[in-house]
């Protein structure tokens, strides 16, 4: 946990667990008391036990080194004769035996807090007006001292690793200059919600309001500090505001138990409105709102350029389906639309990477003008001007096969796509200063919002001037762009960081079927120009991460170029994308000359380049999850960098952006093989991200029935008040529940009806008696209609959320069983829904 409170003559048993593959030369465990000098519990040197057993050794075999360790002690506080003004932090560190000299590890900074040794507890009575309310007078200012421990064990990382990049001689890297900015912000936030309670407490003359003040100037100083770049000195700061804080909290507490009950019912009031700036910023509705615009402009670019050229897009980009996997809850979740983001999408056959390759391009080439049937412009039944006339997506081989279509109505005028395009990039304009507001996206979604809205202005430009062959590559290129940057705007922008690492986890699935795929894809080219290869039955192997099925490549019957055939070809190059089409992704338009080994060698060279993009943009989601303030998502954040630093994604992503100039070099097995390597690498993160996610969701829904078990509890008395202390009582649980829907941020605008309705009624959280003039019948009083409707709403609600995600994400994970802590949760929740409670 990351704080333990206790009382002043407990012993707390400490424990500490390290391993290292080099073997361990020290471990222990150091505390502090307040802000003081530092004190060693433990401590074990391994090296001198090494010497020792080597002396021993009667063979004179040099023993093997020790490579993990479990260490503990009790630390008793009643030494220190501690008072609950104080605090003990502590942490634990190893080092190793590496060969190029010793390196140390240290965990983050944990804190004990300490609480009288005798508490006297009281039983409310509703009735009696000179009773205090219940739970902590301060739940702001605890909140508070949880964000500035997660600010401070945030700091001191960053001060380690400026510390490591100055011995070696260099300056920190970009992204840890980003985090400083993050401090810096996150920092001065913590500072002003300080000084606003200070204020307020100090209004209602209420005694220690000073110390707040003093934990204000201190955060204030750190984050001088941090823009000067003496990481050291911030941390020693913010060590001193979260003392103030901590002292503060108990001189505080005392003093507001001795106030009137309406000083303390203000006090309340001002931390629950105070409390609503510390939640997470409502991104979210407008970052779906911007991805469904984006996939829209994505659909309408992919119209212009099938208008222009008479090709289909290679591939249905990623995203295209909705939300890219973020487990959220959907209002319609019957059925999951199929999209490309879907696994099970990804490993379709390809008939036409399989036929003779002179029959497969000439099937892709429009036909020539005059043809029977086809027109200039590779549209059926028509002839003219490319661009004029023609119905999009009907494909030229239909004709030339002698499969004379039925005659359909002409496609759009040049005008017409002239007019569609300047629309398209008219929207893309306004939407780069809608996400230029937005908060929480990185630098790289801004960018590529930017080059999109370039692309999209070029195709337009293009099509004033009559160059509609640069216009359709521009069309179809700003459309993958446009679908790889609906998505990477959703995982940044995701309210819950487990819908961001479910974004992520997915993302990771799909590179690691795309790299299979595109490998098979390279052996194939291989074998077609004579030079060998490996064969393509290794893209059998089982996808990543949760689903364990075989690949369809095997299970896809070739069909003879109907629609099946059309939706495997899409499906087949869904390989994530994100630069989008480009010249030379088809062959007769690419710069190759005509060659059919060059073209095939261009079109896989692209859907590299797609998948590089994909590659980004699960490292930006990662890289934001990283960067997350929140003390909650604590142990997501430090899980997430290690996968960042030991999975050297970032690594992994400059491989994947290696392996398209590679094939263009005509290093072709080289390339396989790497994909190949990629898709193993890809598919560890996506179990590990799997894992991580898992982690984080199962407690949340153990919070979730919690609250719907008790939003139930008050549906049911609802129905039944009999006495005017029973509507009372209500009226306070309900209180209870509002506070606790919000912390979870859940039912937002049923519980708030339902606050407003209370409050409509004469409730406030003062109130301690008074008659309420409700209807009794039969005798029960009647509530008001409006708390029925949000009470059942916000029991509706929550029963939503959960059966999403249980049932979601098991549907996601069919061949994998419950974990074992939550099997009986499962159970109970499938036996209230089959109750229909």
Do not use: C
Not at 22 to 33: H, M, P, R, Y
Not at 117 to 142: I, N, S, V, W
Not at 265 to 292: G, H, T, W, Y
Not at 544 to 573: I, L, M, T, V, Y
């Amino acid at each position: 946990n990351e704080a333990l409170e206790v009382h002043t003559l407990a012993e707390v048993l400490m424990r500490l667990r390290a391993r290292d593959d080099f073997g361990l030369t020290k471990a222990g465990i150091v505390f502090q008391v307040n802000n003081e000098e530092e004190h060693t519990l433990l401590k074990q040197d391994f090296e001198e036990a090494l010497a020792e057993a080597e002396k021993e050794a009667a063979n004179g075999k040099l023993p093997p080194p020790r490579t993990q360790a479990v260490l503990e002690k009790l630390l008793p506080l009643e030494h220190f004769e501690l008072t609950a003004r104080d605090s003990v932090t502590y942490y634990a560190f190893a080092e190793d035996n590496f060969p190029g000299g010793a390196r140390r590890a240290e965990s983050d900074l944990r804190f004990i807090d300490i609480r009288p040794f005798r508490r006297q507890y009281k039983l409310a009575d509703p009735a009696d007006p000179g009773m205090p309310m219940g739970g902590k007078p301060l739940p702001e200012l605890d909140e508070l001292i949880a964000r500035e421990r997660h600010l401070l064990n945030r700091t001191m990382q960053l001060a380690r690793r400026a510390k490591a990049a100055e011995a070696a001689g260099s300056a920190l890297p970009p992204d840890d200059l980003g985090v400083v900015d993050s401090l810096i912000e996150f920092q001065q936030k913590v500072a002003t919600l300080t000084h606003d309670l200070a204020e307020a407490l100090q209004e209602r003359n209420i005694a220690g309001n000073d110390l707040l003040f003093q934990a204000e100037d201190s955060m204030l100083a750190a984050v001088d500090s941090l823009t000067a770049g003496k990481y050291d000195t911030a941390v020693l700061q913010e060590k001193d505001a979260l003392h103030y804080l901590i002292e503060g909290r108990n001189t505080l507490t005392i003093a507001i138990a001795r106030k009137s009950q309406r000083t303390q019912a203000e006090i309340r009031a001002f931390q629950r409105m105070q409390m609503q700036k510390l939640r997470k910023p409502k991104n979210e509705d407008d970052a779906e709102e911007v991805a469904s615009r984006l996939r829209e402009l994505a659909d309408q670019e992919e119209f212009v350029y099938e208008s222009l050229t008479g090709l289909k897009l290679d591939e249905e980009m990623p995203g295209s389906g909705g939300g890219g996997g973020s487990g959220k809850p959907k209002k319609n979740s019957e059925k999951p639309p199929e999209s490309a983001d879907d696994p099970k999408q990804v490993a379709k056959a390809d008939p036409k990477e399989d036929a003779n390759p002179s029959e497969t391009d000439d099937a892709e080439k429009p036909a020539a003008s005059g043809q029977k049937g086809t027109g200039s412009n590779g549209k059926n039944g028509k002839t003219g001007e490319t661009g004029e006339t023609g119905e999009p997506g009907d494909k030229p081989a239909d004709a030339a096969e002698g499969n004379q279509p039925e005659e359909k109505p002409a496609g759009p005028s040049r005008a017409e796509l002239v007019e569609k395009q300047a629309d398209i990039a008219a929207e893309a304009a306004e939407l780069q200063k809608l996400v230029d507001k937005m908060k929480g996206l990185s630098d790289l979604a801004k960018t590529r919002m930017t080059e999109s809205a370039k692309t999209a202005e070029q195709a337009a430009s293009s099509l004033e001037r009559g160059d509609s062959k640069d216009a359709g590559d521009a069309a179809g290129k700003a459309s993958g762009m446009f679908r790889e940057l609906a998505r990477n705007v959703e995982g940044l922008a995701a309210q819950e960081t487990s819908q961001k690492i479910a974004i992520a986890r997915n993302v990771s699935e799909e590179l690691t079927q795309a790299e299979r795929d595109f490998a098979a894809a390279v052996e194939r080219m291989q074998k077609q120009d004579g030079q060998g290869g490996e064969s393509s039955d290794k893209s059998d192997k089982p996808r990543s991460g949760r689903s364990k099925e075989p690949n369809d490549d095997q299970q896809k019957a070739q069909g003879s170029g109907g629609k099946g055939e059309k939706d495997q070809d899409k499906d087949k190059e869904s390989a994530t994308g994100g630069s989008g089409s480009k010249p030379g992704d088809h062959p007769g338009r690419g710069g190759a000359g005509g060659d059919p080994s060059k073209e095939r060698t261009e079109k896989l060279a692209s859907r590299a380049e797609r998948i590089s993009e994909a590659g980004k943009t699960l490292e930006d989601i990662l890289k934001g999850i990283a960067r997350s303030n929140e003390p909650a998502d604590r142990e997501a954040v430090a899980q997430v960098q290690e996968l960042l630093v030991l999975g050297k994604l970032g690594e992994a992503v400059k491989r994947l952006e290696a392996q398209a100039p590679a094939l263009r070099e005509g290093k072709a097995r080289e390339t396989s093989a790497e994909a190949r390597e990629m898709a193993d690498r890809f598919e560890a993160t996506t179990q590990k991200l799997e894992g991580l996610h898992r982690s984080i969701v199962a407690p949340r829904i153990a919070d979730l029935m919690r609250a719907e078990r008790e939003a139930v509890e008050l549906q049911e008395k609802l129905e039944r008040l009999e006495t005017q202390s029973q509507i009372g009582n209500w009226h306070r649980e309900a209180d209870e529940l509002i506070d606790q829907l919000e912390k979870l941020g859940l039912a937002e605008e049923s519980r708030e009806e339902l606050a407003d309705a209370m409050k409509e009624a004469g409730w406030t959280a003062d109130r301690l008696g008074g008659a309420w003039d409700w209807a009794l019948l039969a005798g029960r009083y009647g509530a008001p209609r409006a708390y029925h409707r949000t009470v059942r709403s916000v029991v509706s609600g929550l029963h939503d959320i959960i059966q999403e995600l249980i049932l979601g994400d098991l549907r996601g994970s069919a061949d994998e069983t419950t974990p074992p802590q939550y099997e009986r949760l499962v159970e109970r929740y499938y036996q209230v829904l089959s109750t229909d409670k």
